[in-house]
């Protein structure tokens, strides 16, 4: 895995499913370039990866840390474009920027 500059956890086990992935993208959105949040699941987020490759294609990079059975962790980093900006393609539904 590449150096963060910060890492932010975000163990939402106890969040309701419904809620999860708002919070995850919420939180994603609000990282500068370079700064990473763990998330800690209940089950495997490989759903969410290709959400993230959906909604925010190029800004953002995956990296396993731990591969349950009962507790899966992710790193997800926030990248620079290629004009150095972090960039958000959030279509609006959920109330994001």
């Known amino acids: 895995m ?3 500059t910060a890492r932010h956890v ?3 086990r106890s969040i ?3 809620e999860r992935h708002s919070l995850i993208f919420s939180t ?3 990282l500068q370039a370079g700064e990473a949040m763990e998330l800690v699941n209940d089950h495997d987020p490989r759903p969410l990866y290709d959400q993230f490759q959906a909604e925010a294609p190029g800004t953002f990079q995956w990296d396993d840390l731990l591969q349950g059975p009962g507790t899966w962790r992710v790193a997800i980093t926030r990248v620079a474009t290629r004009d150095g900006a972090a960039r958000d393609r959030c279509c609006g539904g959920c109330g994001g920027a």
Do not use: L, T
């Open 2 to 4: 590449n150096q963060v």
């Open 10 to 12: 975000v163990d939402v």
């Open 16 to 18: 309701a499913p419904r």
């Open 28 to 30: 994603f959105r609000a």
